[in-house]
């Protein structure tokens, strides 16, 4: 009888060389791995740079129709400085109703602030909303000079007349006639 349990051939393999026998070796999971995370990495830029790409575009969109609505805009932009100009004026307007002066009683402030040595000779309207004072003071040219500017400044703080007004000013001396001891003068009245 023949021996069997002795191998018919030599044994040569070297088993430290041998690949694995495992069904899933460490080197297969090692590259899954990698490959796995080189994937998602790649699917993320992919992601990444069509958005990019999307926005880039919707912005270049979005700037086309801002520049084709460009005069629109700066026609608009014009009317609504118009619009701002005008409600100031009736703004203003209104505030003026508000509060009018009447005639007679910018009159009696007149003649209650009138110094003794002064003569109001004409009141009448001149440029679209001022008023023009004429008379003369009875006085030399520095002394009446003197008290018409105090006049002025007489008006600009009375309560009466003050709050009306921007501006009071001299707007004109002149000496009377000859032989006479007085100056002749015009104040304007500037509304606010």
């Known amino acids: 009888m023949i021996n069997l349990s002795q191998p018919w051939h030599l044994d040569c ?6 690949p694995e026998d495992r069904l899933v070796g460490t080197r297969f999971l090692a590259n899954t791995l990698f490959v796995s995370v ?17 926005l880039r575009g919707y912005i270049r969109d979005w700037e086309i129709r801002m520049d084709s609505r460009q005069a629109e805009v700066n026609e608009i932009q014009q009317m609504q400085s118009e619009y701002f100009q005008e409600s100031a004026k ?8 508000q509060t009018p002066l009447s005639i007679s009683e910018f009159m009696t402030a007149l003649g209650r602030t009138r110094p003794e040595k002064v003569v109001i000779d004409i009141v009448k309207s001149g440029e679209p909303g001022t008023i023009i004072m004429l008379g003369s003071v009875l006085e030399s040219s520095g002394p009446a000079s003197r008290l018409l500017g105090q006049y002025v ?9 003050g709050p009306y007004f921007r501006e009071i000013l001299v707007t004109d001396m002149k000496e009377g006639m000859p032989g006479e001891n007085a100056l002749k003068f ?3 009245f500037r509304p606010r």
């Open 153 to 161: 400044k007489t008006l600009l703080g009375d309560a009466q007349i």
């Open 13 to 18: 393999r070297i088993e430290a060389e041998l």
């Open 38 to 54: 080189a994937g998602i990495l790649l699917l993320v830029f992919l992601w990444l740079a069509y958005s990019d790409f999307s």
């Open 90 to 97: 009736i703004d203003e307007a209104y505030a003026l109703m």
């Open 186 to 188: 015009e104040v304007t």
